[in-house]
């Protein structure tokens, strides 16, 4: 069976959502909507500064996307009551404004017609969220889910290995995050988030982050234990979460990367990968594991205060992963 998807919202995320779904037999993107004017689109999709070109074909006829000889529906509505999903037959819209992350604003894509909504971020209520390879098993028919954010996309799964095997008393994580669209080029107005409005390639900005928090809701053996901060560094692209954790039970260090490589190659194949190679964050565009454990950067003072450090392609990785949940509530 396949999968027909709607995306609203063709920003960064709907954007990888919709090239990364070019490359799966199991789903099928049939409409997009944005405000955007579609040769605009066209373009957006064909060309890309960070990952390059459109590994296809993208035509424009009768107002619509052509794309691999696949007509894609475009429109340009703002509420999304108004999308007629069910014109196009959309099992699953794929959620990517950030505007609409309650259940109240995205159930409009029901109304419309579509049978079930993936949120593109974490949810601003109780809006169950699911993060690939740590709670997948505990979801349960619900019409909307969250695939919570790239952030919590990487924490999660190298959180979970830890907690499962030694135990997590405590833990603060830090996200060294390249920027993103929110923030300005250069120093501008920024009511809510003072530091925020700073220029973004001149800065090491420090930012907040819910994501170690939300790791306690996809994980609720943690919650409570984590809490974190991000800096929003001048780079295009791809991220690393730094935990700093005390465990339960006392383990070298090599004993957590056994931990790491043994799930990256069994339960969590697929989410956590695992490398011993001299990295940096370029060598992970592209990456579609949402979470690489990089044996070698990380630090043990004793045997239960540990610093442990993961890669994650902020884009591509999450994209990827909204992709698979979309499959796995189609199940």
Same mark, same amino acid.
């Given at each position: 069976?396949?999968?027909? %998807?709607?995306?609203?919202?063709?920003?960064?995320?709907?954007?990888?959502?919709?090239?990364?779904? #070019?490359?799966?037999?199991?789903?099928?993107?049939?409409?997009?909507?944005?405000?955007?004017?579609?040769?605009?689109?066209?373009?957006?999709?064909?060309?890309? *500064?960070? +990952?390059?070109?459109?590994?296809?074909?993208?035509?424009?006829?009768?107002?619509?996307?052509?794309?691999?000889?696949?007509? %894609?529906?475009?429109?340009?509505?703002?509420?999304?009551?108004?999308?007629?999903?069910?014109? @196009?037959?959309?099992?699953?819209?794929?959620?990517?404004?950030?505007?609409?992350?309650?259940?109240?604003?995205?159930?409009? +894509?029901?109304?419309?017609?579509?049978?079930?909504?993936?949120?593109?971020?974490? *949810?601003?209520?109780?809006?169950?969220?699911?993060?690939?390879?740590?709670?997948?098993?505990?979801?349960?028919?619900?019409? @909307?889910?969250?695939?919570?954010?790239?952030?919590?996309?990487?924490?999660?799964?190298?959180?979970?290995?830890?907690?499962?095997?030694?135990? @997590?008393?405590?833990?603060?994580?830090?996200?060294? +995050?390249?920027?993103?669209?929110?923030?300005?080029?250069?120093?501008?107005? *920024?009511?809510?988030?003072?530091?925020?409005?700073?220029?973004?390639? #001149?800065?090491?900005?420090?930012?907040?982050?819910?994501?170690?928090?939300?790791?306690?809701? %996809?994980?609720?053996?943690?919650?409570?234990?984590?809490?974190?901060?991000?800096?929003?560094?001048?780079?295009?692209?791809?991220?690393?979460?730094?935990?700093?954790?005390?465990?339960?039970?006392?383990?070298?260090?090599?004993?957590?990367?056994?931990?790491?490589?043994?799930?990256?190659?069994?339960?969590?194949?697929?989410?956590?990968?695992?490398?011993?190679?001299?990295?940096?964050?370029?060598?992970?565009?592209?990456?579609?594991?949402?979470?690489?454990?990089?044996?070698?950067?990380?630090?043990?003072?004793?045997?239960?205060?540990?610093?442990?450090?993961?890669?994650?392609?902020?884009? @591509?990785?999450?994209?990827?992963?909204?992709?698979?949940?979309?499959?796995?509530?189609?199940?």
């Amino acid at each position: 069976m396949t999968i027909k %998807v709607g995306i609203n919202g063709f920003g960064r995320i709907g954007r990888f959502v919709f090239r990364a779904a #070019q490359e799966r037999a199991d789903i099928q993107v049939v409409g997009i909507n944005d405000l955007i004017d579609v040769e605009y689109m066209a373009y957006m999709l064909k060309y890309d *500064s960070t +990952h390059g070109r459109f590994n296809g074909t993208v035509e424009v006829k009768d107002g619509n996307l052509i794309v691999n000889g696949n007509t %894609v529906r475009v429109t340009a509505e703002r509420n999304p009551e108004d999308l007629k999903w069910n014109e @196009i037959d959309v099992d699953v819209v794929a959620e990517a404004t950030g505007l609409f992350l309650t259940d109240e604003t995205a159930r409009k +894509h029901i109304t419309a017609g579509a049978k079930k909504v993936v949120l593109t971020g974490p *949810s601003k209520d109780a809006t169950p969220m699911f993060v690939n390879g740590v709670n997948f098993n505990t979801y349960a028919g619900q019409d @909307i889910v969250s695939n919570a954010s790239c952030t919590t996309n990487c924490l999660a799964p190298i959180a979970k290995v830890l907690n499962d095997k030694f135990g @997590i008393e405590s833990g603060l994580m830090t996200t060294v +995050h390249a920027t993103t669209a929110t923030q300005k080029t250069v120093d501008g107005p *920024s009511a809510k988030d003072w530091r925020g409005g700073r220029g973004a390639s #001149q800065n090491i900005i420090p930012s907040s982050t819910g994501a170690a928090k939300a790791v306690g809701v %996809v994980l609720p053996e943690v919650n409570g234990l984590l809490t974190g901060m991000a800096f929003r560094v001048p780079t295009a692209n791809v991220s690393v979460v730094d935990l700093t954790v005390n465990l339960k039970t006392g383990a070298s260090y090599e004993a957590i990367c056994a931990a790491m490589k043994e799930a990256s190659e069994g339960e969590m194949a697929g989410v956590l990968g695992y490398t011993e190679d001299a990295v940096v964050s370029q060598d992970f565009i592209g990456e579609t594991q949402t979470s690489v454990f990089d044996a070698k950067a990380g630090v043990a003072l004793t045997d239960k205060f540990v610093k442990v450090v993961s890669w994650y392609d902020n884009e @591509i990785g999450y994209s990827n992963k909204v992709l698979d949940l979309i499959a796995h509530i189609s199940k």
